[in-house]
């Protein structure tokens, strides 16, 4: 046997696998209860793991440490570290505590331990463990980068920084700790700074694309568009398949007046990412704008976009709007209006107050006109709450106060707030339905824009008040008042006024009030709306 074990070693360094793995299995089969048992159930896991067998390769190890001595941590090490790579961080866990156990001033072991804690989002036991690795290994630059990315999700940005720059000291030219120095300055709004680690990080590794990718978003935030094109690109040479850095380029190239490239590099993003709806919606945009200049042009690249996501909610609305079919679909297609939002979210607000929205003061105008002085009595409905921005007028009337989105990412912001007793993610009229007379008032803010027919959602929304309760809506205004609905190239419905006074009086809700105005700023023009205040008799 010992000869049989030398040859199967001295395969295993030669790196003949396959004749290694043969000579540990005869090992096992001939002595399975052998003391030495778990090298062999070790050596063969390492020879399995060598040629790609992993789940094989675990199997043993596993038998490896269950047999091993509890002094011996390598086999654990080993199975800890292979569960990580199989992206099982949970298990490696434990497998790392029981290392600890034994040997608990392993620095490496402490920083293997963090760092699957870190994949689980378990941030504060992960800190501990940074901190504990640094404890046994001072000033070691890796764990001081990763302890800063840990601090930096949990918010803390200076204690981030900090501890970035000791990494720093430690070591100047680490280039992982210029571009997270980079991250957390740039997260500061600092970005001059941030430009400067990022660029230092870049002499350092200059074909990182992640690199080129961060000192883009850096430059281009500063207005640097030139030199954000050409880290996007740059990117995009040393990684094709980078679909943020297409998607960016994309920005950074309609920012310049590109549009054509720039439509061109969102459609190269959702090719690469089919199923982002961010980088749908993009597109959506730029082909918006770019059929205010080349109306042809925008139309072919719209049945391109279409043909090569045909069921892709956003691109078959948005390609429909764009290519004025008419008539117009009654709604559009089912998960168009999540697939937006969610794609939406983080930038909502900041682009709705950029053009001048003025859904909240409207509403507050509008209930003004019923309730002099809120008491906060009433059971108030946000439909379609978005990011909660209605919250704050709408609270003062309130008993309770319910919010409803279909994105949940729209709701997570709202939820900050902490002004709604209710938020629920769902379809506002298959929700509406199980809430026969349950409020007094309702609210539906630049809302029914994304219906084309009216009639169902009014009807439910009317269903939901009760007898004498108010809603308050707006929609965009169809040039003419006759039109039922007509879809517009931005994606959104127009309306006609007769229309919708009929529509109002057929489901029971007399209007108390009803104008025109302007909701928010279109290309730099006025968006007139008709803001209605109506109460169901």
């Not at 072919?300 to 290519?323: K, T, V, Y």
């Not at 003062?396 to 279909?406: C, E, K, N, Q, V």
């Not at 007379?437 to 539906?444: Q, Y």
């Not at 105005?517 to 709306?529: F, H, I, K, M, V």
Request: proline share 6%; hydrophobic share 45%; aromatic share 6%.
């Amino acid at each position: 046997m010992t000869s049989l074990l030398a040859t199967a070693i001295a395969a295993h360094h030669a790196g003949r696998l396959d004749q290694a793995e043969a000579g540990y299995r005869s090992l096992l089969a001939a002595e399975p209860g052998h003391p030495d048992a778990y090298k062999y159930h070790y050596n063969l896991a390492a020879t399995l793991q060598g040629q790609g067998r992993e789940g094989e390769a675990l199997e043993h190890y596993r038998k490896a440490s269950l047999a091993a001595p509890p002094a011996v941590t390598t086999v654990g090490l080993a199975l800890a570290q292979l569960l990580c790579g199989l992206g099982r961080p949970a298990e490696a866990e434990l497998e790392f505590r029981r290392i600890i156990a034994v040997q608990p001033r392993d620095a490496a072991v402490h920083f293997s331990l963090a760092s699957a804690l870190q994949t689980q989002g378990k941030l504060e036991e992960a800190e501990d463990s940074y901190r504990a690795a640094l404890e046994y290994r001072p000033g070691h630059a890796p764990t001081l980068v990763n302890l800063g990315t840990v601090l930096q999700g949990q918010g803390r940005l200076n204690d981030a920084a900090a501890v970035h720059r000791q990494a720093l000291k430690a070591e100047p030219d680490f280039a992982p700790a210029h571009v997270n120095l980079g991250a957390v300055l740039q997260a500061q709004g600092k970005m001059m700074e941030a430009v400067k680690h990022y660029r230092k990080a870049l002499t350092l590794n200059p074909t990182s694309a992640q690199v080129l990718f961060n000192l883009g978003t850096a430059v281009q935030t500063v207005g640097w568009l030139d030199e954000a094109v050409r880290c996007y690109q740059d990117a995009l040479r040393l990684a094709p398949a980078y679909a943020e850095a297409a998607n960016n380029l994309g920005l950074a190239l309609e920012a310049k007046g590109h549009l054509h490239e720039a439509a061109a590099s969102f459609a190269e993003a959702c090719r690469l990412q089919p199923l982002r709806s961010q980088f749908h919606n993009a597109l959506g945009c730029c082909l918006y704008a770019l059929g205010r200049r080349d109306s042809e042009g925008c139309r072919d690249r719209a049945r391109q976009w279409l043909a090569a996501h045909p069921e892709q909610p956003i691109a078959r609305h948005m390609a429909c709007a764009l290519l004025a079919e008419d008539p117009p679909p009654d709604q559009p297609p089912a998960g168009y209006v999540r697939a937006l939002f969610e794609g939406f979210a983080s930038s909502f607000e900041h682009e709705l107050l950029s053009i001048g929205y003025c859904g909240p003061q409207l509403t507050a105008a509008a209930f003004a006109r019923l309730i002099r002085v809120p008491k906060g009595d009433l059971a108030v409905l946000d439909a379609g709450c978005g990011t909660g921005l209605c919250g704050p007028v709408l609270r003062p009337y309130a008993r309770t106060l319910t919010g409803i989105d279909i994105s949940a990412s729209m709701l997570d912001h709202a939820r900050s707030r902490g002004l709604y007793d209710i938020l629920q993610e769902a379809e506002l009229t298959v929700w509406l339905k199980d809430h026969s007379c349950a409020f007094d008032l309702i609210a539906a803010a630049d809302v029914l824009c994304y219906f084309g027919d009216l009639g169902p959602v009014l009807g439910w929304l009317a269903g939901a008040l009760k007898p004498g309760g108010a809603l308050t809506f707006t929609v965009e205004q169809a040039s003419r008042p006759d039109l039922s609905h007509v879809l517009a190239p931005h994606g959104r419905y127009f309306h006609g006024e007769r229309v919708l006074r009929a529509l109002l009086a057929a489901h029971g809700l007399g209007i108390a009030h009803l104008f025109t105005t302007n909701l928010r700023y279109e290309n730099s023009q006025p968006s007139p709306n008709l803001v209605v205040l109506a109460v169901r008799s």
